[in-house]
């Protein structure tokens, strides 16, 4: 197992001699695919660069690989979805699918709710995501509700108010 501190600082230093950090990135990805570390170190550095897509990407390939590393990968997701005021959707809708492979379901839904309201273009993938945690909880009132806004987003109103009707009864209490 790499360690990852050691690896972001190799990182910083061999990007302070003008080294081509990318490509050691990219080089320890291919070298030890099934490690988390490679890509939490990479994760760390584009967000140093402002780089949020590119870190969200790798941070949740590491929550993909699962084990020790998913738990520092979903902490680079919440952090980057969290530490600025303009984050792109895509950012909240890796974070929605690193929580629901977590198991974490109001996590789920509220990524879910961050990634459309930076905008509509993701509606269509967090209904997906929000199908499988209504598959996963039948009885989720707030995962209900997140995915009739998802629907309203793709002008689906007869799902959305499907879902918002599923919604009020399960939360009638």
Same mark, same amino acid.
């Given at each position: 197992?790499? =360690?990852?501190?050691?690896?972001?600082?190799?990182? /910083?230093?061999?990007?302070?001699?003008?080294?081509?950090?990318? @490509?050691?990135?990219?080089?320890?990805?291919?070298?030890?695919?099934?490690?988390?570390?490679?890509?939490?170190?990479?994760? &760390?550095?584009? +967000? $140093?660069?402002?780089?949020? #897509?590119?870190?969200?990407?790798?941070?949740?390939?590491?929550?993909?690989?699962? $084990?020790?590393?998913? #738990?520092? =990968?979903? @902490? =680079?997701?919440?952090?980057?979805?969290?530490?600025?005021? /303009? #984050?792109?959707?895509?950012?909240?809708?890796?974070?929605?699918?690193?929580?629901?492979?977590?198991?974490?379901?109001?996590?789920?839904?509220?990524? @879910?709710?961050? @990634?459309?309201?930076?905008?509509?273009? #993701? &509606? &269509? +993938?967090?209904?997906?995501?929000?199908?499988?945690?209504?598959?996963?909880?039948?009885?989720? !009132?707030?995962?209900?509700? =997140?995915? !009739?806004?998802?629907?309203? /987003?793709?002008?689906?109103? +007869?799902?959305? !108010?499907?879902?918002? /009707?599923?919604?009020?009864?399960?939360?009638?209490?």
């Amino acid at each position: 197992m790499l =360690g990852s501190v050691a690896i972001t600082d190799l990182h /910083r230093l061999l990007h302070a001699v003008g080294f081509d950090q990318d @490509a050691f990135g990219e080089r320890l990805q291919r070298d030890f695919p099934d490690e988390p570390e490679p890509h939490i170190a990479r994760g &760390a550095l584009y +967000e $140093g660069e402002a780089r949020l #897509v590119p870190a969200a990407e790798a941070f949740a390939k590491a929550v993909e690989l699962k $084990g020790a590393g998913a #738990v520092s =990968g979903l @902490a =680079g997701l919440q952090r980057l979805a969290s530490a600025r005021e /303009r #984050v792109p959707s895509e950012v909240h809708l890796m974070l929605l699918r690193a929580c629901r492979t977590c198991g974490l379901m109001n996590e789920s839904v509220a990524a @879910a709710r961050d @990634a459309l309201a930076q905008g509509g273009e #993701v &509606a &269509a +993938e967090v209904r997906s995501e929000l199908d499988h945690l209504v598959a996963a909880s039948p009885g989720n !009132a707030a995962a209900r509700l =997140g995915r !009739a806004l998802a629907c309203i /987003r793709m002008l689906d109103m +007869e799902a959305a !108010a499907a879902d918002l /009707r599923d919604a009020l009864r399960l939360d009638a209490g």
